[in-house]
């Protein structure tokens, strides 16, 4: 583009994660000339990273099921687990909009989905809370039906995919853990390595698209066939507006820049600010440098989105309960000096591993939802400490299930103890000497912790208590599917730093997913979705999907408002 050029577009979208995306493929299905720009060299954000779980109650997957939910069971759980927080006007749009978005990505696009009818809520006591039903997520892709399109599509997270490869959680997953003892598994996984390894010689990346890979190359076909206009490495610099309502924005792309004209309105859709640093110590307590922080999301997700808000009169909410998707990570060293983050999200609730701060002592209920798990070792960290912990498990459960960035057997394990990565002891106490833990106090603790697992308790934090934990662990293992002694040596550790999936603070909005000024008035034509709106969660993490969920259902409500197309009452059609 010339510097003197000027785009001209219906509805501008800033950002291409599963919010941008579904408010552009929203909009391009009524009509409406769509143009959607990402910073990035790659599309889809950190949903092209996330396992692409969305919670949306009373969706139709379930529904035809048989799982028919009286509206007032979700509202009520939402009610206990905001508290303050909840906001009747965006969560009630939410519940009434979020099965019809499903519906109609069903319908109307390349979308398809799966459901997620055996999911429970994180919180199985808490009044309202199911043990399925309430889930979905996108049903895996060839990625050869993507065409030239997928070279700009975000591979899966390395640190979770091996080799690069996409692996479903659900009957996917169970195979590959269970490879080495199940013939029909084995088989399985070895016809998934071939034909992944092949793809990999053809294409230069795995084909097989799952999770939210799945939902951003679902998201990307229907845009390309709907006629969106896609620009990639084209960061958005500034907002253009007219008296009070936003007009567009001023954009950059291989050194020039030049302006978009919106004439509905612009979306944010930036992926909030995991990487920016000020933010960061501005907002998260355990971080007062910004750098004691580690997010699994993109580094491009540095808070672009917000601050283009705040410019056009935008107000950023900060009153929620937390600011972050908080999460456990360990850091992954690569050669060259680099690090990953792998966010443990699965292994935690198997049987036979325990976290513990370097006081030898644990803190909480591992088998817990992430964001749970590091809540209590926010609580358990003095003040000045870094927020840190580590996984302990035996020999017995490393070859099983892995632990961290380490692959279970048949996967070596000696490169990891290599480069530090992975900590191994011959004993509790020479492993409590390799990563500094307090070795007295581990013994007991671990002796405490395997006289009740022989029997299948957790007397302590609860482990297993829970319809959500008991999901998480290991069915076949009985009394107690998230409990096991840990006593066969030699013993493993990884540690835990603090980390998040992503961040809640966000730019306020209304039931429209409109920004709203200082004196809570609707700025014409600015929206926000998806990680730059403020959470409708208030801050807590109820269930699995409540990020993408609400990202998807504010999309495709920001695009109705913005083409001035009416949604339809979703209530009669899910009671």
Partial sequence: ????????????????????????VTGASFGLDVLLIEKDTQLGGTTAWSGGWMWIPRNPLAQAAGIVEDPEQPRRYLQHELAEGYDPARIEMFLDQGPRMIDFFQRETRLAFIDGNQIPDFHGNSPGAVTGGRSVCAAPLDGRELGPRIRDLRPPLKEVSPFGMGIASG??????????????????????LARHFYDLLRFGRGMHLANG???????????????VRIMTATPARSLSTQGSRVVGARVGQDGNAFDIRARRGVVLACGGFPHDVARKAALFAHAPSGREHWSAAPESNTGDGIRLGETAGGRMRTDLSDNGAWAPVSLVPYQGGTVGCFPHLIERAKPGLIMVRKDGRRFTNEAASYHDVM??????????????????????????????????????????????????????????????IAAAALETTIADYNGFAARGEDPAFGRGDTPYNRVQGEAAHQPNPCVAPIEAGPFYAVKIVAGSLGTFAGLDTDEHARVLDAESKPIEGLYAVGNDMSSIMAG????????????????????????????????SAAA
């Fill in 540 to 571: 807590r993490y109820p269930a699995g999907g409540i990020t993408l969920g609400p990202a998807m259902t504010f999309g495709y409500i920001a695009a109705h408002h913005a083409g001035g197309i009416p949604l339809e009452n979703n209530r």
């Fill in 213 to 227: 890979n799945a939902l951003v190359a679902r998201l990307l076909k229907s845009a390309d066939e709907l006629g």
């Fill in 375 to 436: 809540k209590a070792l926010f609580a358990a960290t003095p003040t000045g400490e870094p927020a840190e912990a580590w996984a302990i498990c035996d020999t017995t459960f490393i070859k099983r299930y892995g632990l961290g960035r380490v692959r279970p057997s048949p996967f070596p394990i000696r490169p990891w103890l290599r480069n530090d990565y992975l900590k191994r002891g011959k004993s509790i106490s020479a492993l409590a000497r390799a990563c500094g």
């Fill in 1 to 24: 583009m010339a510097k003197t050029d000027i785009v001209d577009c219906d509805l501008l979208v800033i950002g291409s994660g599963a919010g941008g995306l579904a408010a552009a």
């Fill in 171 to 192: 009957a996917d997953l169970r195979h590959f853990l269970n490879a080495s003892s199940s013939l029909g598994s084995f088989l399985h996984v070895a016809r998934r």
